[in-house]
């Protein structure tokens, strides 16, 4: 910041050199005062001006008593100036230092010191600070917050309701922001409209604005609105951010990130709400290396690290971090909905099950969120957990349409349609998935086995067995592939399914299913019928027998042969 600046006053120089008499002719600028550094909001610019104010040597001994007074006021806008840029315990250990060496303490001093505190989490300590000190407008909105972090719902109420009646801008928009953080965010537009009428030049309240209107969902209102203040303060680190989120919600993290890559590497004010929002950008990368310092700075990293550890699979890990979590917002509802569901189906638990149904339904029940589409998803995904397919079925085709090539949610709907007889509009969906992932679940490979024979393509099913390694959920696949194919009258893969299940488990069940299979393919030869028949024949049925230890083997053997004319 500094070297352009410099850049551009040489290049003045030079333009005015060559000017020849129009130098003369060009009054000097002013020098910068600290109101200009201030109102360019120049922080790191007003600092340095302060500091060097502070080196300046002094004129006459007798005015020692003016420049120590002049100090106190440098040394309070240097705090100021640190407060701004983000370095909140510099601007703490600044503010805690001038009221050391002041003889009277300044309420003004030890608010500051409370706003620093708040903003390093220090709740506690902020709230006792200044209990004791006169109230003014700045210690109500102060206290206003306060109540809300520390969960004092009873000054919190009390306090609203002085701030509902309160007419200053400066407490409208305490409310309003209050508003914001308890996720009403419609109510907060109307707070920051109010107060916009009247204050046209207020440009920050815009930024206010696209951020409700971003929680909403509404990311190209956000964005219009947001270039309003931009084209003013083009180079905001705030509204940077904020844009950069509308892009990778309208577009994709690659396009958010280019948004950034100006500042992103830049050590200034929401650094670290920069480096958060690198991470989400770029799909989780660096997650472990990011996140977890700023668990307690920037709200949303505990949310972001626990959907990671999600997709990594890490389920207890995202539960430990979840599990103290008390929601406030749906998003936060909806996460740890998702967390106890992941848990109590690896675990087995019908408790975590329940406590995942419940989240779920409370955000797809509540009047703010029934209408919109986390809000139906949320309302999906409890019925889903309730085995009430009929319902999942209803909310999901109301947000089809959004979610066209969205594997996730294909594979979704394709079990609540399996698990509703749907199984051709099933077998379409799984077989649009490409994510290898979901191709390699067992339960994908279970449901994609069941629709492929509800659809007459048996040979499909079995080839999906064929391709899997030999383990227990393989297995279970066989298992499944057999008995449908049995229900369906697909008697020849049946058949070959129970023969395989046979040699890794000689049981009687598997012999019995194995005998009915290849009465039902003798049937189908025989009744020419055009399903369960074989291709090689009757000597593929006489083959499989063959290869059976149990002695009614070689008697259906004996009974076939007598009978085979039968079966051309």
């Not at 805690?96 to 903003?119: S, W």
């Not at 002085?162 to 922001?177: H, R, T, Y």
């Not at 409890?382 to 209803?394: I, N, P, T, W």
Request: charged fraction near 25%; proline fraction near 2%.
């Amino acid at each position: 910041m500094i070297l352009s600046r410099g850049k551009t006053d040489s290049a003045s120089s030079r333009h005015v050199a060559s000017g020849g008499s129009m130098q003369q002719q060009r009054k000097a600028a002013a020098p910068a005062t600290l109101e200009d550094f201030i109102i360019k909001r120049d922080y790191t610019g007003a600092r340095a001006f302060l500091e060097y104010a502070t080196d300046e040597p002094e004129d006459e001994e007798g005015k020692a008593l003016d420049n120590e007074q002049q100090q106190r006021q440098i040394d309070q806008w240097i705090a100021y100036c640190n407060f701004h840029l983000g370095d909140y315990q510099l601007a703490l250990n600044q503010y805690q230092d001038i009221k050391r060496r002041q003889e009277a303490v300044d309420p003004n001093v030890i608010l500051n010191v409370a706003v620093c505190m708040f903003y390093l989490g220090l709740y506690e300590e902020a709230k006792q600070l200044i209990e004791s000190t006169a109230n003014s407008p700045l210690k109500q909105r102060l206290l206003f917050h306060l109540a809300h972090k520390l969960g004092d719902d009873q000054q919190w109420a009390e306090l609203l309701e002085e701030l509902l009646n309160a007419p200053s801008v400066e407490q409208q928009l305490s409310l309003a922001s209050m508003h914001y953080m308890r996720a009403h965010y419609q109510e907060a537009i109307d707070v920051y409209k109010r107060v916009l009428v009247d204050n046209k030049d207020f440009m920050a309240i815009n930024v206010y604005l696209a951020l409700c209107f971003y929680k909403l969902d509404y990311y190209d209102m956000s964005q219009e609105v947001l270039e309003v203040y931009l084209g003013q303060h083009g180079d905001s680190t705030i509204a940077i951010n904020l844009k950069a989120c509308n892009r990778f919600r309208l577009f994709s993290g690659r396009v958010a990130e280019q948004e950034i890559k100006n500042i992103s590497d830049n050590d200034t004010f929401g650094a670290d709400l920069i480096r958060h929002n690198l991470v989400v950008f770029r799909n989780g990368e660096g997650a472990l290396r990011v996140l977890p310092s700023l668990l307690n700075i920037v709200p949303e990293a505990r949310l972001n690290l626990a959907i990671y550890y999600l997709k990594q699979g890490d389920i207890q890990e995202a539960h430990a971090l979840m599990k103290e979590l008390q929601p406030t917002s749906p998003h936060e509802y909806i996460l740890k909905g998702v967390v106890h569901a992941a848990l109590g189906q690896q675990l087995g638990s019908k408790e975590h099950i329940k406590t995942a149904q419940q989240n779920l339904h409370l955000v797809g029940s509540s009047a703010t969120e029934c209408d919109t589409i986390p809000g139906r998803q949320s309302m999906a995904s409890a019925f889903f957990l309730y085995e009430q397919f009929e319902e999942v079925l209803v909310y999901m085709n109301s947000i089809r349409s959004y979610f066209v090539n969205d594997d996730v949610f294909n594979y979704n709907f394709a079990q609540a349609k399996c698990a509703t007889g749907y199984y051709k509009e099933a077998e379409e969906l799984l077989m649009q998935i490409a994510d290898v992932d979901i191709k390699n679940q067992h339960t994908y490979c279970m449901i994609l086995a069941k629709c492929h024979i509800h659809c007459a393509h048996p040979e499909l099913a079995w080839n999906v067995f064929i391709t899997r390694d030999t383990n227990a959920e393989a297995f279970l696949l066989l298992q499944l592939i057999a008995n449908e194919c049995y229900k369906c009258e697909e008697f020849w893969v049946a058949a070959k399914a129970f023969d395989m299940l046979e040699k890794l488990d000689p049981s009687p069940e598997n012999w019995e299913g194995k005998r009915g299979a290849c009465a039902g393919v003798l049937f189908a030869l025989a009744t020419k019928a055009h399903r369960g028949r074989p291709g090689g024949g009757i000597s593929e049925v006489i083959g499989l027998l063959r290869e059976s230890s149990n002695s009614q083997a070689e008697s259906m053997i004996k009974t076939i042969r007598k009978h085979i004319s039968s079966f051309k």
